[in-house]
């Protein structure tokens, strides 16, 4: 089971997996958490295989130059919630596109309604996004 400890784990997990290779400052000034701990964490992750880690070409490894990505494997399939956003949105639009035109009490009528669904789809996106982190990290411990 998660305890609060591995908040921090599922925060770095869904903003990996929302972005896509980073490395520990950048992910440290994203999450607004200490370079030492956000590190700690990273190494941690990569022990269990959650993180594959990508070493800079050059000869002159800097500490920082590592970057962490999602292993591929355990990566997700959003495209379920992408086509909802993706629909939603154009819903809105069309809400926007349709003001100008005739029937103006239409079109204002769907604009709200469009909005709404947008606002939806962003939080169901994003709850998605903790869901698939929580499952991440629990299939690693076990």
């Known amino acids: 089971m998660l305890n ?27 999450l607004g958490k200490p370079v ?20 800079p070409k050059s000869s002159t490894v800097r500490k ?9 494997a355990l990566k997700p399939n959003l495209k379920k919630t992408m086509l909802l ?10 809400g926007l596109v349709l003001i100008p035109t005739n029937p103006l009490t239409a079109a204002l009528m769907l604009l709200p309604s469009s909005m709404l669904g947008v606002t939806y789809a962003i939080q169901k ?3 998605e996004l903790t869901n698939q982190a929580r499952l991440i990290l629990e299939a690693s411990e076990t």
């Open 4 to 30: 609060e400890k591995d908040d921090l784990d599922i925060e770095i997990i869904e903003y990996l997996l929302r972005s896509s290779k980073k490395t520990a400052p950048q992910i440290s000034k994203a």
């Open 36 to 55: 030492s701990t956000v590190e700690y964490r990273l190494k941690n992750l990569a022990k269990k295989r959650v993180l594959l880690v990508e070493m």
């Open 64 to 72: 920082y130059g590592r970057r962490y990505y999602i292993n591929p």
């Open 85 to 94: 956003m993706l629909f939603t949105v154009g819903l809105a639009i069309s």
């Open 125 to 127: 996106y994003r709850l």
